[in-house]
């Protein structure tokens, strides 16, 4: 079945296979969200006399089975159907005879796939926010508890100055609260309506497009109708680009965790069943979890890009390009969230060495100390800086291991709850419960 299909129309078979391709795979994951999304058109269809009340009555209850249906995995699209836009109808008309075949009116399948999109896009945000949520807090937990414990900070790869595990594991917390502030701005992006911009040009029937707005949930709508077909492409990409922003603070912690576990440096350690194995080394204990990570969340930072190309160059209105960007977005959700959930657990292993400082090898982080000590005592900085760096010249340096770091940020002044609190603040601005309020009216009333 094809919403477009005429009685003299017959597609070739191969190019139905070639244009379909991987559809009915991805409209799977979009079906509680196109059933969702004709609900509410049902009842705004009513609204304008569209439909009598009985027939929205009939459709919303009919719909309201096949949604359960998604839930319990025993939704299916026939093979016979092009995608889950034509497999819902079809099941309508079936069970409704022409009272099925009216739930298309004032609408295209261009603004029916924005509006799916954009639910599951606003769905699948809120889920990786939540799962950010407990990744952050074992952040800030591990900083807290590992304050104390002091290891080398690198610039070039070159030892710089000390740091500790508590800025480090901090520094990590910290970025998801950016992280999660450009995921709020993708959310806002995302929760917009754009149901009844129909083909991209609007409708000659009445409909009330701020009905189906307060009923789905959305926080507006998009309100030109060629801009609304114009977003499909620009939600995907902006969310795409959070996700990378996220992906890219998990492929950093994944190589500083890669580099720390090495012998050569030798600063953390993990239980061996949280490690791999060689074939002929007996040694190894491999951080294959976070090589992991880093690559997969490498390819995750690719996908702004990717979808930025397959956009390049298109006008105005709808293109089946739009179609491919499914393939390569919607599983990278499953895939941040499994790598948070990775990461979580070896990070809430994980031990931390003890005095690594005491190690001579390192004597040069504190050269900066000693050249603060000597500014305290009114030489010039220069000056310090010059004399400092003569004594290590001539192997004559003598240093404190003594760091003494108090203003905000710093080794002796973490800023936790600080970080928690803007954390806090991020988290309150997305307004999931309004959304969750709409929705189970609408699924459930």
């Known amino acids: 079945m094809k919403l477009w299909s005429k009685d003299n129309t017959d597609t070739s078979k191969l190019v139905e296979k070639f244009t379909v391709g991987k559809d009915r795979e991805f409209d799977i994951l979009l079906a509680p969200f196109d059933i969702m999304g004709s609900m509410a058109h049902a009842k705004m269809l009513a609204s304008v006399g569209l439909l009598s009340e009985s027939e929205a009555e009939e459709l919303v209850k009919e719909l309201r089975n096949i949604y359960r249906q998604t839930l319990d995995g025993s939704f299916q699209i026939a093979e016979s159907v092009e995608d889950v836009h034509s497999q819902v109808e079809l099941l309508l008309t079936q069970t409704l005879g022409d009272t099925g075949k009216k ?4 609408r295209s399948r261009n603004d029916q796939v924005m509006v799916d999109v954009k639910l599951f896009l606003r769905n699948e945000i809120q889920l990786l926010v939540e799962a950010i949520e407990p990744f952050f807090a074992l952040l800030q937990k591990q900083s807290e508890k590992y304050k104390q414990h002091l290891f080398p900070g690198y610039t070039h790869l070159q030892l710089a100055m000390p740091s500790s595990f508590g800025l480090w594991f901090g520094a990590y917390a910290e970025s998801l609260v950016d992280d999660l502030l450009t995921l709020k701005a993708a959310y806002q992006v995302v929760n917009k309506n754009p149901l009844g911009s129909a083909a991209g040009y609007g409708s000659s029937f009445p409909i009330n497009r701020t009905l189906t707005t307060r009923l789905l ?16 492409g620009k ?8 996700m990378a922003n996220l992906a890219d603070t998990l492929a950093k912690l994944s190589m500083d965790a890669c580099l720390y576990l090495n012998q050569n440096f030798d600063f953390i350690g993990f239980p061996a069943e949280l490690t791999t194995g060689s074939s002929i080394m007996p040694h190894k204990k491999n951080p294959d979890v976070f090589e992991l990570i880093r690559s997969y969340c490498n390819r995750v930072k690719a996908l702004p890009n990717e979808i930025m190309l397959m956009t390049t160059n298109l006008p105005s209105g709808y293109h089946r390009d739009l179609q ?21 657990l070896l990070l809430s292993q994980i031990t931390v060495k003890e005095d690594i400082l005491n190690d001579p090898k390192y004597r040069y982080l504190f050269s900066v100390e000693e050249v603060n000590k000597k500014v305290l005592q009114g030489v010039p900085f220069r000056d310090a800086y010059k004399q400092i760096g003569m004594a290590i010249e001539k192997g004559e340096f003598q240093y404190s291991p003594e760091v003494k770091h108090v203003h905000e940020g710093s080794i002796g002044n973490l800023g936790t709850e600080q970080v928690r609190s803007m954390m806090n603040q991020a988290l309150a601005g997305f307004g999931f419960a309004q959304v969750r309020t709409a929705i189970e009216q609408l699924v459930g009333d």
Do not use: W
């Open 103 to 106: 739930i298309h009116s004032a």
């Open 324 to 344: 491919l960007l499914k393939e390569h977005l919607f599983p990278s959700f499953q895939i941040l969230k499994d790598c948070l959930s990775m990461a979580g």
């Open 235 to 242: 939600a995907e990409r902006i969310t795409a680009m959070a």
């Open 217 to 232: 949930g959305f926080a507006d709508l998009n309100y030109n109708v060629v801009y609304a077909q114009m977003g499909r």
